[in-house]
Nanobody, 123 residues
Framework: QVQLVESGGGLVQAGGSLRLSCVLSGRTFSTYTMGWFRQAPGKEREFVAAISWRGRSTYYADSVKGRFTINRDNAKRTAYLQMNSLKPEDTAVYYC????????????????WGQGTQVTVSS
């Protein structure tokens, strides 16, 4: 049984930074593509960023490109999302997910999900 636990969310002012972490337990972390998604109130869940199992490939939503960075430490079984230059429209619950597929931006390909962590950006 795979479990994902996110941390690092919180309240930050516009222009600030946060780093989210996601720890995977239960299976071999290095075999999974890892992704971050978010869901704002009243909106559908959307893709944010993803990283391949070796960390050699990354993929970002246009809305976060240049501001967010995804990386991973396979030895620590942890994926990270560094978020800089945060905007009020980044406010959402952020979810970590793991996929056995290589299609990084496709939500349906993700097999396992964390419980989410709230990120709130004040103006």
């Amino acid at each position: 049984q795979v479990q994902l636990v996110e941390s690092g969310g919180g309240l930050v002012q516009a222009g600030g930074s946060l780093r989210l972490s996601c720890v995977l337990s239960g299976r071999t972390f290095s075999t999974y593509t890892m992704g971050w998604f978010r869901q704002a109130p009243g909106k559908e869940r959307e893709f944010v960023a993803a990283i391949s199992w070796r960390g050699r490939s990354t993929y970002y939503a246009d809305s976060v490109k240049g501001r967010f960075t995804i990386n991973r430490d396979n030895a620590k079984r942890t994926a990270y999302l560094q978020m800089n230059s945060l905007k009020p429209e980044d406010t959402a619950v952020y979810y970590c997910a793991a996929s056995t597929a290589q299609t990084m931006g496709v939500m349906a390909s993700y097999n396992y999900w964390g419980q989410g962590t709230q990120v709130t950006v004040s103006s």
